[in-house]
Nanobody, 119 residues
């Protein structure tokens, strides 16, 4: 089992920045990748960014060059630095952790945090 606790959402003006955090606890050893999804009202869930245990990262085209995903292994925490925010970035952001235990994959979710970009 992995527990994920998110923090850092809020209201920001267009062009501003926010940093989301996702703290993991429990069976940390089983995590092979982590990332962030977002879902805006009336829209499908979108994979925003991922980071593997080896540090490889991927980004959605919509956030490339503006968002940066990172992780602090000592603190068991993943971050999403969001810069140059746009109104279309408004959504509930949820972190996830992909795990492998005994060859069986699993996926755990944070509780979600609201990000609102508005003037």
């Amino acid at each position: 089992q992995v527990q994920l606790v998110e923090s850092g959402g809020g209201l920001v003006q267009p062009g501003g920045s926010l940093r989301l955090s996702c703290a993991a606890s429990g069976s940390i050893f089983s995590i092979y990748a982590m990332g962030w999804y977002r879902q805006a009202p009336g829209k499908q869930r979108e994979l925003v960014a991922t980071i593997t245990s080896g540090g490889s990262t991927t980004y959605a085209d919509s956030v490339k060059g503006r968002f940066t995903i990172s992780r602090d292994n000592a603190e068991n925490t993943m971050y999403l630095q969001m810069d140059s925010l746009k109104p279309e970035d408004t959504a509930v952001y949820s972190c996830y952790a992909g795990t492998i235990v005994g060859g069986r994959p699993g996926k755990y979710w944070g509780q979600g945090t609201q990000v609102t970009v508005s003037s």
